[in-house]
């Protein structure tokens, strides 16, 4: 879990927390019901959010281990365009995974065949024949 997800679940449960808390002292003062309210509702939205950044991080690390199984089926070999046309996604998303995958050190980009072919070529050497 990142940082900012762990932030924003622990702000989640504190937020509802004090709204629970609010709710309750309305027995007795009912001014405190929209304040209440207001804290459940921060709750709900941070929760919420934690859960998208969640949802999106599982979805990129799900498309990296496609363009990995691509990579294996392809010979070690591939382009931007390539992954956008095999795994239908957009060529600047296909180039982001790509280069992510390059920060880590999975592949590299091939300067040679660049200048060759014209596009970006990334190499996956643990993953080329021969």
Do not use: H
């Not at 996604?89 to 065949?113: H, N, Q, T």
């Amino acid at each position: 879990m990142k940082p900012l997800e762990a932030l924003l679940v622990l702000s989640s449960l504190a937020l509802g927390f004090f709204g629970l808390m609010f709710l309750i002292a309305a027995a007795l003062n009912p001014v405190r019901v929209v304040p209440g309210l207001a804290f459940l509702g921060a709750a709900g939205l941070a929760g919420y959010l934690a859960y998208r950044m969640s949802r999106e991080r599982r979805a990129l690390a799900g498309l990296e281990a496609e363009v990995l199984r691509l990579a294996e089926v392809e010979g070690g070999k591939l382009t931007a365009a390539k992954v956008s046309a095999s795994l239908g996604i957009p060529v600047e998303l296909a180039r982001s995974i790509l280069s992510k995958l390059a920060r880590k050190g999975v592949c590299y980009l091939d300067f040679e065949e660049i200048e060759e072919v014209g596009v970006e070529v990334y190499r996956f050497p643990q993953l080329e024949e021969g």
